[in-house]
């Protein structure tokens, strides 16, 4: 990561608790019920990851999954791994495994959602059969 990449990130994550501290208590309160997260998850995912999280539909993809239909069917779920994921401190190792197309490193050695996306297969194996 340059210089310049590093402090554009810190900015944009810098930006973001400022909005939430600008929210007040009851603002945060009422952001992560409408968002289904707890009001101390939002200044996690705040500060730890500004932009979008891009491994887990890829990671689902290489994984045999759509992430669409997993959205469509089950938004809760979907969901709950996006906060996971956005929580993860393995980022860039799931991201760099992810670009060798090693979804299975990054399944099975350190993803939080492992045991949601081999449940997820199972179904989707189960409803095929």
Known sequence: MSLIEFFRRWGERRAICRELDALGPEG?????????????????????????????PRLMQLSGLDPADVE??????????????????????????LERGDARMAVEGYCPNAPTLEALRRDVRQAGA
């Open 28 to 56: 945060r309160a009422i952001l992560a019920r409408d968002v289904f997260v707890a009001e101390e998850v939002l200044g996690r995912l705040a500060v730890g990851r500004a932009a979008p999280v891009s491994e887990l």
């Open 72 to 97: 469509r069917r089950l938004s809760p779920v979907m969901r709950d791994m996006q906060v996971v994921c956005a929580g993860c401190q393995d980022a860039r190792r799931c991201g760099e495994d």
